[in-house]
């Protein structure tokens, strides 16, 4: 069999140690009838390549939600593989369920959690609020995460899914330019997650309010910063488990003892934080293992599982992802360009009313 996950060891490591167990012989973590070889694509790759079409080349794929709305015609969904008893028995971080659930079927099972939070070096505070962000912002060294999709998915994350709306829009952008201009070293706030992360693990900066966090960095990571008033503002992240439709007859059994397997509780718990995994079951966010990998934080899931159960879904529909793109790239270059709040808002409107 064939499958397909990111190329970070968040996604590949725990799944390349099952399959080294599998070729072993005796896996501890229980048998299945073949075992899947796994290719990566870049982190990336989830915007970029179709799951439709890398559904005529793979068996099992690992996806971010906003890609189902144009693939669901090449997947099978869960319903067709497990029993209703077998699917309500599954528990998961957040709403990472409900976020591969469209059209009235499930399409994927959650297989990684994560959702925006703050991230910092050990010893350093972030506020819990947006105006308290700003002010520490003013006496530290503090970065923003706008690199790819992330000016957009910043965006959504601040006015809490509105973000469509005048007042929480103008409000947010107003916010990220203030931020942007107190960021030391504008460059770092033009990546990735990763690249940000990689930026405070070196002493470059010192927090950022805002990002997806991964377990394996040994810095502190604690709720979203929210507004008065409103829980912590995220958008959802994550991985879940397709199944594509090319050989299903021939592979059923095989998709089904792996996608049960890879939910179990003792790999979620115990073979995904010792590989450098970020799992998704909820009894992991909500009675925290500790941390058996060389890095991983303490008390990363306890201290950001309010986030991760406020965090917003973000739509799926055909398009989405190149609308994404289009709209972060809008709003990045708005920000360094130093255009107003208003009128970045209304060309960020006037893109999602002509997709």
Same mark, same amino acid.
């Given at each position: 069999? /064939?499958?397909?996950?990111?190329?970070?060891?968040?996604?590949?490591?725990?799944?390349? +140690?099952?399959?080294?167990?599998?070729?072993?012989?005796?896996?501890?973590?229980?048998?299945?009838?073949?075992?899947?070889?796994?290719?990566?694509?870049?982190?990336?790759?989830?915007?970029?390549?179709?799951?439709? @079409?890398?559904?005529?080349?793979?068996?099992?794929?690992?996806?971010?939600?906003?890609?189902?709305?144009?693939?669901?015609?090449?997947?099978?969904?869960?319903?067709?593989?497990?029993?209703? +008893?077998?699917?309500?028995?599954?528990?998961?971080?957040?709403?990472?369920?409900?976020?591969?659930?469209?059209?009235?079927?499930?399409?994927?099972?959650?297989?990684?959690?994560?959702?925006?939070?703050?991230?910092?070096?050990?010893?350093?505070?972030?506020?819990?609020?947006?105006?308290?962000?700003?002010?520490?912002?003013?006496?530290? @060294?503090?970065?923003?995460?706008?690199?790819?999709?992330?000016?957009? %998915?910043?965006?959504?994350?601040?006015?809490?899914?509105?973000?469509?709306?005048?007042?929480?829009?103008?409000?947010?952008?107003?916010?990220?330019?203030?931020?942007?201009?107190?960021?030391?070293?504008?460059?770092?706030?033009?990546?990735?997650?990763?690249?940000?992360?990689?930026?405070?693990?070196?002493? +470059?900066?010192?927090?950022?309010?805002?990002?997806?966090?991964?377990?394996?960095?040994?810095?502190?990571?604690?709720?979203?910063?929210?507004?008065?008033?409103?829980?912590?503002?995220?958008?959802?992240?994550?991985?879940?488990?397709?199944?594509?439709?090319?050989?299903?007859?021939?592979?059923?059994?095989?998709?089904?003892?792996?996608?049960?397997? %890879?939910?179990?509780?003792?790999?979620? /718990?115990?073979?995904?934080?010792?590989?450098?995994?970020?799992?998704?079951?909820?009894?992991?966010?909500?009675?925290?293992?500790?941390?058996?990998?060389?890095?991983?934080?303490?008390?990363?899931?306890?201290?950001? /599982?309010?986030?991760?159960?406020?965090?917003?879904?973000?739509?799926?529909?055909?398009?989405?992802?190149?609308?994404? +793109? /289009?709209?972060?790239?809008?709003?990045?270059?708005?920000?360094?360009?130093?255009?107003?709040?208003?009128?970045?808002?209304?060309?960020?409107?006037?893109?999602?009313?002509?997709?």
């Amino acid at each position: 069999m /064939r499958g397909l996950t990111w190329d970070h060891p968040r996604g590949y490591a725990p799944l390349d +140690e099952l399959t080294r167990l599998d070729l072993a012989g005796a896996n501890p973590y229980g048998a299945v009838p073949e075992p899947i070889m796994w290719d990566r694509q870049p982190l990336e790759g989830f915007e970029s390549e179709p799951i439709a @079409r890398l559904c005529e080349t793979y068996d099992v794929m690992v996806i971010d939600h906003p890609g189902l709305g144009a693939a669901t015609g090449a997947l099978v969904p869960m319903e067709e593989l497990f029993a209703p +008893e077998e699917l309500a028995g599954l528990r998961f971080a957040g709403r990472s369920y409900e976020s591969y659930h469209l059209d009235g079927r499930q399409w994927a099972l959650p297989l990684d959690a994560a959702t925006q939070v703050a991230a910092a070096r050990p010893g350093v505070a972030v506020p819990g609020s947006w105006p308290e962000v700003v002010a520490a912002a003013r006496a530290s @060294r503090m970065a923003l995460c706008l690199g790819g999709p992330h000016a957009f %998915l910043m965006f959504c994350a601040v006015t809490c899914g509105d973000f469509l709306d005048e007042a929480a829009g103008e409000r947010a952008l107003e916010l990220m330019a203030e931020l942007l201009a107190l960021a030391p070293d504008r460059a770092i706030s033009l990546r990735n997650p990763i690249g940000v992360l990689d930026a405070m693990a070196a002493g +470059e900066i010192d927090w950022c309010p805002l990002l997806y966090g991964y377990v394996t960095y040994p810095l502190a990571f604690t709720d979203a910063p929210a507004w008065p008033g409103r829980a912590p503002g995220s958008v959802l992240g994550g991985t879940g488990l397709v199944v594509s439709r090319r050989r299903i007859g021939e592979v059923r059994d095989a998709v089904r003892a792996h996608l049960l397997r %890879l939910t179990s509780e003792p790999v979620q /718990r115990t073979l995904f934080p010792a590989t450098g995994g970020q799992p998704a079951a909820l009894s992991v966010w909500a009675d925290e293992p500790a941390p058996t990998a060389a890095g991983d934080t303490p008390g990363f899931y306890r201290n950001t /599982r309010a986030t991760m159960e406020a965090a917003w879904i973000r739509p799926r529909f055909p398009g989405y992802i190149a609308l994404q +793109e /289009r709209s972060s790239a809008l709003i990045r270059d708005g920000l360094l360009a130093g255009t107003p709040a208003r009128d970045l808002l209304e060309n960020l409107r006037e893109e999602w009313r002509t997709p």
